[in-house]
């Protein structure tokens, strides 16, 4: 019997636990409205190293070793360590892990790799090939902007369309534990692309894969938008909040009542001139790990779907004229391990 | 009950089966010795596109629309895709699988990504999430100097130590089928630096890699090297595999009456000129797809150990002083479905 529903989306038997989270953010997502949530603050970007690229590595070794810390585990008690970054060939991730003796699967997901790797994480728990798995993923605004977009001493002018990548990584540990919350479904996504060319627009070019993945959830399970507490977009950002709203609102579904999105919530739209909102692998991660963990536990929240959406472009496919391929990757998370469609 | 041995590897209770491979190649590759193996030859880089990016997607499209053809499958069959190559933001891949109507898991190994592939789709399988899951990688020489090393146009003197990028792409259909050959163990790479940094001798970063994820698979299943017909690494090339074996060597395991290596063997070592063998991610999945498929098929080998290498740095990371982090991911492929160890 396998475990699937309709053709996008699986459900655990044994919905695997997230046991616990950690997150470290810049001085910039400290200030912001989640700031109380996270549980480390670097005050400079660098974080005592000699590049930014460094840095980031430093972020995502420092969330991953609290988070074993929290949840008392050594390197023989992880199975798995699933992760993946922004920076060219996920340099992000392996500096970070390099530190740690784990066995290790590289993922690219850009922005959607948190629920990627938490999918993949679930999987291999559920399928009976790991009991402790740890999922993380991270971003640096500088080493983006680098990277992706001008030099930060340039000082450019950025669109209103644009958004502020995350300086943060958030690392979660997913267990065969039974102590909620558990990871009950989980709808993977296909890559849309409907077109969109313009790379400082990305929550509009990402807006179409959140709504497909999120119509297959729901056509999927049976599940209705009145059965979550909140939905969650990992970082469509103002713009592609409003987008994928309407968008969903064409096929039938009116989620409004319960949307939200990382990228709207992390910084203060007002004070902190972020544009359309937040973005960056490190978005969502922190988000999740820092306050959505926090009210799934305080009981807050009983049932969320969490959509990472990634921008699959780089600079050069830009420059040759391509559009942008997106995907969403979407998990529930319930504080009650049974109960699927 | 886990299906875990040891501390790395895994084992399926009902083994996936690999239904059936494609291969797609450059022409340099179609002249070696494994030529007659492969699918499909493009006769120039280009293939018909604008740039060697798009190219490289194309080989990648082309592999996955083929292999879907062998096995008769339509998008709505198969349930799951994995890839990557090595282009930033691994593009190859994302604008080959634009063109499939399918969910979707982005990875990142570097040459270790055929591997890491076929350990998820057969963890997909066994976990009981999916009936048929396409694992496949891609690389091109063209795309890969231009973004690693020097413009092509320059002319540049390759070290003794260099290797050949592959110019190719490989797909596997992996399914619950009945039918050999089967997956039977993975067994999943930590990250391993001895402190390389010539990005140029990429076989002797990645030999301690290799030599760490089999002994290591030895050491979990209680196998022994006699028990395999063939250890064959990703691509170590010559310098390499001679520096694993001794590495294996001193660990008081003897695998050189089975050794090879893809990097050696794709390539015609005298008449081709390509230094210390091929490389890229390509290498592994056309020699697996292409030779060892047909050979497991034919009954020339019964049990093979098949364990794709990567180095996982990029350029900037190499010009920061970093040593190079490496990776080596094993899977057991045998013509019989039971007797794990």
Known sequence: MKKRLGTQTIYFENPPSITACATVVGKKES??????????????GLYGEKSWEKAESKLMRTAISHVMHKAGLNFEDVHYLFAGDLLNQCSGSHFAVRAFAVPFFGLYGACSTMAESMSLAAMAIDGGFAEKVIASTSSHFCSAEKQFRLPLEY?????????WTCTGSGAAVISDHLMPPYITHVTTGKIIDLGV?????MGAAMAPAAADTIAAHFNDTG?????????????LGFIGKDILKDLLKRAGLDISPVQEDCGCILYDKDAQDVH??????????????????????????SN???????????????QQGESIPCIAHAVRISTKAGGHA
């Open 31 to 44: 200030e912001g409205p989640l700031g109380s949530y996270f549980d480390t603050v670097i005050e400079d």
């Open 276 to 301: 359309s909102g937040g973005s960056g692998c490190g978005c969502s991660a922190v988000t999740f790990c820092g306050k959505l963990m926090n009210d799934l536990r305080c009981g807050i929240y």
């Open 304 to 318: 969320i779907l969490f959509i990472a959406t990634g921008a699959l472009m780089n600079t050069l496919t830009c």
């Open 197 to 201: 060319t313009d790379a400082n627009n």
């Open 155 to 163: 000082g450019g002018q950025r669109t209103p369309t644009a958004q």
């Open 223 to 235: 599940f209705c938008p009145t059965d979550y507490d909140l939905i969650i977009t990992g970082d």
